[in-house]
């Protein structure tokens, strides 16, 4: 039974309780807790190895967790065993949860022998069983927001990683989902191709998605984010809105990582 009113407005569209997750002996995430209400934007930033990208697969059920809660609109995920034989109980439950809990990878994973608009139609027709005659539409119209809609027929070894990184945005997005996960969505392209998927997510943002947002970028984390978190060693070292982060961080760690990526 959901712990809260979904249609609340306050009601978490994620929300994660002292999740803890190791890969064998090596303790990745130690006890991280974090939500995100309904149009906000986290960001999650940190060295290499703090645990940002396991944390977001986590929390899209990806990768099992050890202990720990993972809330979605309020309604907890069932578990069966423990510690490390912890797996999800319901696959169906799974299944509503991910279909609702987009994400765009760091790779683009497009499929290489559909065209762009084949790829992006995929999922809401094989995964949620609409027809194509109303897919068809609501996928050409978000290849127009992203900026390719004229790659609709254009095969994704035709396309620049920019363009296929906008496509993989379009995919995630046709699925109609709550909330979007970004797992370093700009950091397998060149800098100048960087700009044309920034400007893409900041215009999401700007729609007041519920977005989780892994990046190296700090410059895209000040701009888009209503909360940031500094992941340190498995463990949030400190969190608030950008302002406070990027302006006045407390932690010392935080002052050096900052220092360390600020721009030459």
């Keep these: 039974m959901p712990l809260t009113d979904p249609a609340s407005q306050d009601a978490p569209v994620i929300e994660i309780r002292d999740l803890h997750k190791s890969y064998g002996s090596l303790e990745v995430l130690k006890g991280v807790s974090l939500k995100a209400l309904r149009g906000q934007v986290i960001s999650l930033i940190g060295s290499s190895g703090s ?11 990806l990768e099992n ?29 799974v299944t509503r949860f991910r279909t609702n809990l987009s994400m765009v990878f760091q790779q683009f994973n497009l499929w290489a022998h559909m065209t762009i608009l084949q790829n992006v139609m995929e999922a809401p027709v094989t995964v949620l069983g609409h027809p194509k005659a109303e897919v068809e539409p609501l996928a050409r119209a978000l290849l127009d927001k992203v900026g390719i809609g004229d790659k609709c027929d254009a095969y994704p070894a035709q396309l620049s990683g920019g363009q296929q990184q906008r496509a993989a945005i379009a995919r995630a997005l ?7 996960l970004f797992d370093e969505p700009t950091s397998a392209l060149d800098p100048e191709l960087q700009q044309e998927v920034v400007k893409v997510i900041k215009d999401l943002a700007g729609e007041h998605r519920t977005m989780i947002l892994v990046t190296h970028d700090m410059r895209l984390a000040r701009d888009v984010s209503d909360h940031v978190v500094f992941l340190h060693m498995g463990k949030i070292e400190e969190e608030g809105p950008p302002e406070a982060l990027f302006g006045a ?12 990526t600020a721009p030459a």
């Design 51 to 61: 645990g940002k990208s396991t944390l977001l697969r986590c929390a899209n059920l």
């Design 249 to 260: 961080p407390k932690s010392e760690r935080l002052q050096q990582f900052l220092s360390a």
């Design 174 to 180: 046709c699925m109609e989902p709550k909330a979007l």
């Design 65 to 93: 967790s050890q202990s720990g809660e993972i809330l979605f609109e309020g309604e907890g995920v069932l578990w069966k065993g423990q510690g490390q034989s912890r797996r999800p109980a319901d696959r169906a439950q």
